[in-house]
């Protein structure tokens, strides 16, 4: 069986925009690099149907695009740009027809109407003003802009060390619900949640913890419980937070630490989803492990590396949540995030 990967890169180097990759299950290995389209910086993506999303720079303007991947092509349908900094994240709201974006440099979060022909509009934006004691925190750097379980927006500022929490209309408007003080200077970066729907992980980019959530669907606020390091005692260099992700049976959560350029997994305790245990650190055979997706069977997790132009492919077992080398040379530029 052969499951297609698509990457999102920096297109500094060597990438020239957007990759496809498979993933050969037989055979327990990557193969097929293609560039699905040229793009410049398209360095988070989006994916339903047929329909990509992408972030995009072109010049000296920053924004998202929209991609049309019918019949194995990809050709552009819209972008949205402005002068500036692009954002660093996108997702879509499938139910209501919308797409979110979180800027770093700005500190912005915006909405677009997505268009069942996939065009993009702008319906919505807001710019936060947040600070936060670490040097990296002079000003709001949003970085998360995703759904919670009853389908409000959760957005992560990690200049300001907050979450926020917003209604939305079916026009893509946001009111804010409530709003989560981070631990200070953990640099909130992503959010994961379990699939009991109440209990979140929230990714400190800047000081290499996750600390767990309960959320209160009654009133969309997010409260903390308890908070751990990313990475091993005897580690001393410097490290900071980049990926994560659950696995659906909500037994094991994984998180990528970048310098120290490992893969952390965790056993999330069945009676208790905010009790951890750390029960393995692999290295990603790479510099940079920035984004890492499991695979449709959640029997491979991939890790793609900025620095070092590799992919590094594991094979995971599904009842000690463990991974396993397989393949971790494989070239594929300046990768940053995997769908």
């Known amino acids: 069986m052969t499951e297609l990967l698509t990457l999102g890169t920096y297109t500094r180097d060597?990438?020239?925009?957007?990759?496809?990759?498979?993933?050969?299950?037989?055979?327990?290995?990557?193969?097929?690099?293609?560039?699905?389209?040229?793009?410049?910086?398209?360095?988070?993506?989006?994916?339903?149907?047929?329909?990509?999303?992408?972030?995009?720079?072109?010049?000296?303007?920053?924004?998202?695009?929209?991609?049309?991947?019918e019949n194995q092509s990809c050709f552009l349908i819209n972008s949205v740009m402005k002068n500036g900094a692009a954002p660093c994240y996108v997702s879509i709201d499938s139910e209501r027809q919308l797409t979110y974006s979180a800027?770093?440099?700005?500190?912005?979060?915006?909405?677009?109407?997505?268009?069942?022909?996939?065009?993009?509009?702008?319906?919505?934006?807001?710019?936060?003003?947040?600070?936060?004691?670490?040097?990296?925190?002079?000003t709001s750097h949003a970085h998360f802009a995703?759904?919670?379980?009853?389908?409000?927006?959760?957005?992560?500022?990690?200049?300001?060390?907050?979450?926020?929490?917003?209604?939305?209309?079916?026009?893509?408007?946001?009111?804010?619900?409530?709003?989560?003080?981070?631990?200070?200077?953990?640099?909130?970066?992503?959010?994961?949640?379990?699939?009991?729907?109440?209990?979140?992980?929230?990714?400190?980019?800047?000081?290499?913890?996750?600390?767990?959530?309960?959320?209160d669907v009654l009133t969309g606020a997010f409260s903390q419980n308890q908070t751990y390091s990313t990475l091993p005692k005897d580690f001393t260099g410097e490290s900071s937070g980049a990926a994560i992700q659950i696995s659906q049976d909500g037994r094991f959560l994984y998180l990528s630490n970048r310098g120290h350029n490992s893969i952390v997994t965790f056993e999330i305790s069945a009676d208790?989803?905010?009790?951890?245990?750390?029960?393995?650190?692999?290295?990603?055979?790479?510099?940079?492990?920035?984004?890492?997706?499991?695979n449709k069977t959640e029997d491979y997790l991939i890790v793609g590396h900025q620095f070092t132009n590799n992919l590094t492919l594991f094979k995971r077992s599904k009842d000690t949540g463990l991974l396993t080398l397989v393949q971790k040379?494989?070239?594929?530029?300046?990768c940053v995030c995997i769908v």
């Open 146 to 215: 995703d759904l919670t379980p009853d389908n409000r927006l959760v957005t992560c500022d990690l200049g300001g060390d907050t979450v926020y929490t917003y209604d939305v209309s079916p026009e893509g408007k946001l009111t804010e619900v409530t709003s989560f003080n981070a631990p200070a200077g953990s640099g909130p970066r992503h959010l994961a949640f379990h699939p009991n729907k109440t209990t979140a992980y929230l990714f400190g980019e800047l000081d290499s913890t996750v600390t767990t959530l309960n959320y």
């Open 14 to 69: 060597k990438s020239q925009g957007i990759y496809t990759v498979s993933l050969d299950t037989q055979n327990d290995t990557l193969k097929d690099l293609t560039l699905l389209t040229e793009a410049g910086n398209p360095t988070y993506l989006a994916k339903k149907d047929h329909t990509l999303i992408s972030v995009l720079t072109n010049g000296d303007q920053g924004g998202i695009a929209s991609w049309d991947l």
């Open 103 to 138: 800027n770093y440099h700005t500190g912005e979060i915006t909405v677009y109407q997505l268009s069942l022909a996939g065009q993009l509009e702008q319906v919505e934006s807001l710019t936060y003003a947040g600070s936060g004691p670490h040097p990296n925190q002079a």
């Open 329 to 334: 040379d494989f070239e594929a530029p300046e």
């Open 272 to 294: 208790d989803p905010n009790t951890l245990t750390p029960i393995q650190w692999i290295s990603t055979e790479g510099d940079g492990p920035r984004d890492f997706t499991l």
